[in-house]
C-alpha cells in the first residue's frame, strides 16, 4: 500500500527517462497511483511510451499546451480511460534559445517574451481549466519550478521572468480552486538538474558545480528527490499545503558560502 493507492495523476511534459516529469510519475507510481502520460510532439511519443510501459501506464496521450484545441483533445482522449482523476502534473516550460543568452535586455523579444509566458506559465492555467471538470474533490495540481524566479541567473534571462509568473500563477489558481472543490495547487522549484531542457542553458555544467559547492548539503539534488516531493506534495498528506513554492535544491536557495574566512 502507497500513500497515493487509488489515486489518478496526469503527467504533462515527459520528455525521456531523465526528465524531473519522469521522476515525478515514477515516484508517484511507486505509491500506487495510475498514471496517463502526455507528450508534446511523434518525435518524443516513443521516449514516452517507454517511460509508460515502465510505470504500467498505457494512457498515452499527445498534447501541445500552445494549443487550447490540443488541451481540449487531451482531456477528450483521457476521459475515453478515466471519468475523473485526482492529480495533474504541468512539467512544461519553453524561452527560445536567444532569450536566454547574453544580456536581458539586449536579447529580449515582444514575440518571443510572450511564448515563453505562454508556454511556461499561462498554459498551467489553461490545462488546469480544462481539467477542472474531470477533477475530484479535493484534488492537487503541481508545477515546477527553479530559482531564476527570484534571482537574476546568468543565461536564463526570459526564463527567470516566465517562472516568476509561474510562482505567481500558483497563487492565483489555489486561490481560485480552493474554494469550490478544494484543490490544492502548488510548486516545486527543484536545483538544477542535468535533463533534456537544461541542455539549452549555456554553461550548464558551470552552473551544477557551483549550485553544488554552494548548497547546504554541499550537492545536487536528483529526479528522485525531486518526485518524492511532488508525490508528497500531491497526496493526503499534503492535504493543509496550498499555494506554496517549496524548494528541493539541497539548501542552495537559503544557503550563502560567504567569503572564506578560514
Avoid at 138 to 143: E, Y
Avoid at 146 to 170: D, F, H, T, W
Avoid at 171 to 178: I, P, Q, S, T
Avoid at 195 to 212: E, H, P, Q, V
Wanted: aromatic letters at 8%; a positive charge.
Amino acid at each position: 500500500m502507497g500513500f497515493l493507492d487509488k489515486k489518478k495523476a496526469l503527467i504533462v511534459g515527459v520528455a525521456s527517462n531523465r526528465s524531473i516529469a519522469w521522476g515525478i510519475a515514477d515516484a508517484m507510481a511507486k505509491q500506487g497511483c495510475e498514471i496517463a502520460l502526455t507528450y508534446q510532439n511523434e518525435k518524443l511519443k516513443k521516449r514516452v511510451e517507454k517511460c509508460g510501459e515502465i510505470c504500467n501506464s498505457n494512457i498515452i496521450i499527445p498534447c501541445d499546451v500552445a494549443s487550447d484545441s490540443s488541451i481540449a483533445q487531451t482531456f477528450t482522449q483521457l476521459k475515453k480511460h478515466w471519468d475523473n482523476f485526482d492529480i495533474l502534473v504541468h512539467s512544461v516550460a519553453f524561452a527560445h534559445r536567444t532569450q536566454l543568452d547574453g544580456n536581458y535586455v539586449e536579447v529580449a523579444e515582444r514575440e518571443k517574451f510572450a511564448q515563453a509566458h505562454d508556454i511556461s506559465s499561462y498554459s498551467f492555467t489553461a490545462l488546469a481549466k480544462a481539467a477542472n471538470p474531470m477533477l475530484n474533490k479535493n484534488s492537487a495540481l503541481l508545477t515546477l519550478s527553479y530559482l531564476g524566479s527570484m534571482r537574476a541567473i546568468p543565461n536564463y534571462n526570459v526564463m527567470g521572468v516566465a517562472k516568476a509568473s509561474l510562482e505567481a500563477n500558483v497563487r492565483y489558481m489555489a486561490a481560485a480552486m480552493g474554494a469550490e472543490k478544494g484543490i490544492r495547487v502548488n510548486a516545486v522549484s527543484a536545483g538544477p538538474i542535468k535533463t533534456l531542457a537544461a541542455s539549452g542553458i549555456k554553461n550548464f555544467g558551470k552552473l551544477l558545480d557551483y549550485a553544488a559547492k554552494s548548497s547546504a548539503l554541499k550537492r545536487n539534488v536528483t529526479i528522485e528527490e525531486v518526485g518524492n516531493v511532488a508525490a508528497f506534495l500531491c497526496s493526503d498528506l499534503a492535504s493543509g499545503i496550498t499555494g506554496e513554492i517549496t524548494y528541493v535544491d539541497a539548501g542552495y536557495n537559503f544557503y550563502d558560502t560567504g567569503p572564506n574566512l578560514s
